[in-house]
């Protein structure tokens, strides 16, 4: 029967929901426009000035104009989008191979930036082999449940061996229940056993089948009428079926749920006025164990045909019984966590299981230190405000009885609080909030096409590892981008020092237009994407992300590109000068200039590696395209001296191995300065630490 179209059905709603919610922008976008915005203006207001000054000396306009282009050409980092985007690919390529994989390119970075991690439970922080250890009747003794997750072979004890007869009829109860109330299949097809539906539904089922239960007989005995199917916003399911002539439901849900539907609860002698404190005290027992409790229940009712069957015949009914299950923690869960936290991370787990239960699993994973840290759904549908719900999840650490539809608020309610927020989902209900997270994070395998489709990142194996491993892969692309553009700005710097001292002191332009042009291309051009190739220096997961509002040119940044413009620019001024001092013509000295700062960006380039480690202590084997890169982008400077039409373009001629040598020596000059400087800065943060 149709009951609602297009906008109005539930699909449609999420739909509507994931259009209506904000992309928020990533880190590096933040970052980038805010640079590009003052790179714009303080190269326009440069150009301005070296016209300005230009014109004052009287030359000529075409030269003026080139000039000022060429200068404008050398200072902006023209190469940095194809640089960047160089680096965020390769970012992507090395998040594939652990298993993560990235949807939209500004991902990498962005998910190396997040400070909060509201990951999911199941099958991403536990195996997602939800296993029946448990099944305890109203005020009586608890009996085990032995074998594997996987298939059903095993056996329902009690402490004191087997069951006797009368122990076996309340079995036969709860697991009629515990069958009829279920959506999924299990079966057994070519020597193997197969199943699907919700896990839960399949762990119920293993279960019945170890106590030799099966659907078909059961269903072939007690027909279905009709059904209520599970519904996250219910937490629970029923089925109304044809028992011995009379109309009887079979519930299965939350505890805390069914109990409310309860008067009465079955004991070995007959159902019994329900004694709720003693469920309720079973139930908290078993979610201290860290069990994810289900509740069987079952009553006659009324209604004997698809007359409107709803909750509200589910009153006066007999609780038959308590299910623990359990869904082991993955074995690399907890030092995963711990990598987050070491990394300045913190990490969330939403769950839409019981607080207590949740808070079990939240000390294994030794994400909480008291109990003040676990935030139940119904306490969040409580704030009346933003301000209250921001108030109440800012220190916490678990989000427990949780509904899909609250995802969205929680993660919206983080970013106010201040975090770059990266949240897990697999199911339909989740695309809102992983569309309004910074980096969403949808599961491969189990994961729903909906939750895939919205996500920026997609997890091949559902492991919360990977997401850790994404995280330092997605630092180590942001490192190299502050790589390149280290280099880019720094030698354009570089060479607009070298034009203020010439203008300043009256000298001609140390460089002509084209020249500047070929520099840029023949060095920039080939190792600044060469270095995006940078593989990671180490310890990226021991230091806390960057502040969010952090801009690109930090402190360390900006003392770095002042250190090494200044160097390279009086350096190659000075020789400049001293040539034309020493009677050389300007063409010669230009020549030699050119290739000196030719020599200076492919030394410079290795003082990029690393903001903090010595040259020394990187081995320049680890990126070979860099080295070759360098050694190609001085080739063919030298082989343009020695090409004649290009030569006589470029103004470029060759020189002798010792006038090489000898700019070679002034270029290192460049590397021991910024050595020094690493030092020097060195010495400051351990003495701080101290």
């Known amino acids: 029967m149709v009951v609602a179209t297009g906008l109005a059905t539930e699909l449609g709603g999420i739909a509507e929901s994931v259009t209506a919610a904000s992309v928020v922008k990533a880190p590096l976008q933040e970052r980038m426009e805010r640079f590009t915005q003052r790179v714009a203006i303080f190269v326009g207001c440069a150009a301005l000035l070296m016209a300005l000054i230009l014109i004052l000396r009287g030359m000529s306009w075409t030269d003026i104009f080139l000039s000022s282009v060429a200068l404008a050409v050398s200072v902006i980092p023209e190469g940095l989008p194809v640089a960047l985007t160089v680096a965020l690919a390769i970012g992507m390529r090395r998040m594939a191979r652990r298993d993560v994989i990235v949807r939209r390119l500004i991902a990498v970075e962005a998910l190396g930036s997040c400070t909060y991690i509201a990951s999911d439970k199941t099958g991403t922080l536990t195996a997602n082999q939800l296993t029946v250890r448990r099944l305890a009747l109203p005020c009586q003794a608890e009996w085990r ?201 913190r990490v969330a787990m939403v769950t839409g299981d019981h607080p207590v239960t949740a808070c079990a699993i939240g000390r294994e994973l030794e994400l909480l230190q008291d109990d003040s840290q676990v935030i139940t759904g119904s306490q969040l549908k409580t704030a009346g405000s933003e301000a209250q719900m921001d108030q109440m999840t800012r220190d916490a650490l678990v989000f427990a009885r949780v509904e899909p539809t609250q995802k969205l608020a929680i993660v919206q309610s983080l970013q106010r609080n201040g975090h770059y927020v990266a949240v897990s989902g697999d199911g339909a209900n989740d695309a809102p909030a992983l569309r309004s997270a910074q980096v969403g994070v949808a599961m491969g395998k189990n994961g729903t096409d909906v939750a895939r489709e919205t996500a920026d990142i997609i997890i091949t194996d559902d492991n919360f590892e990977s997401i850790v491993d994404g995280i330092e892969e997605g630092r180590i692309a942001y490192a190299n981008v502050r790589k390149v553009i280290f280099l880019l700005v720094s030698t354009g710097a570089a060479e607009l020092v070298l034009f203020v001292m010439a203008m300043i002191t009256g000298l001609p332009l140390p460089l002509m237009a084209v020249q500047l042009l070929w520099l840029n291309l023949v060095t920039n051009g080939i190792q600044d994407i060469a270095l995006a190739f940078e593989p990671g220096e180490g310890g990226e997961l021991g230091r806390p992300p960057r502040p969010p509002q952090e801009a690109i040119f930090n402190r360390i940044m900006l003392e770095r590109v002042i250190i090494s413009a200044l160097v390279i620019g009086a350096v190659a001024f000075g020789l400049f000068k001293h040539l034309l001092d020493q009677g050389f013509s300007v063409e010669q000295a230009r020549n030699s200039t050119l290739l000196l700062m030719v020599l200076f960006e492919n030394v410079h380039v290795f003082n990029c590696r690393s903001e903090t480690l010595s040259v020394l202590r990187h081995n320049p084997l680890r990126n070979k395209l860099l080295l070759g890169g360098t050694l190609v982008a001085q080739l063919v400077h030298i082989g343009a001296m020695y090409t004649p039409w290009l030569g006589e373009v470029l103004g470029a001629s060759p020189v002798t191995l010792q006038q090489w040598f000898t700019l070679f020596m002034l270029a290192l000059s460049v590397m021991v300065v910024m050595e020094l400087h690493k030092w020097i800065r060195g010495c400051f943060t351990l003495r701080a630490r101290s």
């Not at 069951?163 to 009829?169: F, G, R, S």
């Not at 069958?179 to 539904?201: C, P, S």
């Not at 908290?284 to 164990?289: Q, R």
């Open 145 to 345: 449940v032995t074998g594997e997750s996987d298939r059903p072979d095993g056996d329902i004890v009690s402490d004191s061996g087997e069951l006797d007869a009368l122990e076996l009829e309340l079995l036969e109860q709860a697991c009629r229940c515990a069958v009829l109330a279920n959506e999924g299949f299990i079966g057994h097809q070519n020597g193997a056993w197969t199943h699907n539906g919700d896990a839960v539904d399949v762990a119920l089922f293993i279960m019945a089948h170890k106590a030799g239960f099966k659907r078909p007989e059961l269903v072939d005995r007690f027909p279905e009428i009709d059904s209520i199917p599970f519904e996250s916003e219910r937490l629970y399911s029923a089925s109304l079926n044809r028992v011995e002539g009379e109309s009887r439901v079979f519930v299965k849900g939350a505890f805390e749920k069914l109990l409310d539907m309860c008067d009465s609860m079955l004991l070995a002698r007959g159902p019994q006025p329900i004694d709720r404190a003693a469920i309720e005290d079973q139930a908290h027992g078993l979610a201290a164990m860290g069990y994810r409790v289900i509740a069987l229940a079952s009553g006659v009712t009324e209604i004997g045909s698809r007359q409107d069957f709803n909750y509200e015949h589910l009153v006066d009914l007999t609780m038959i019984g308590l299910i623990g299950l359990i869904d082991p923690l993955r074995p690399e869960a907890r030092p995963a966590v711990a990598k987050c936290r070491a990394a300045g991370i």
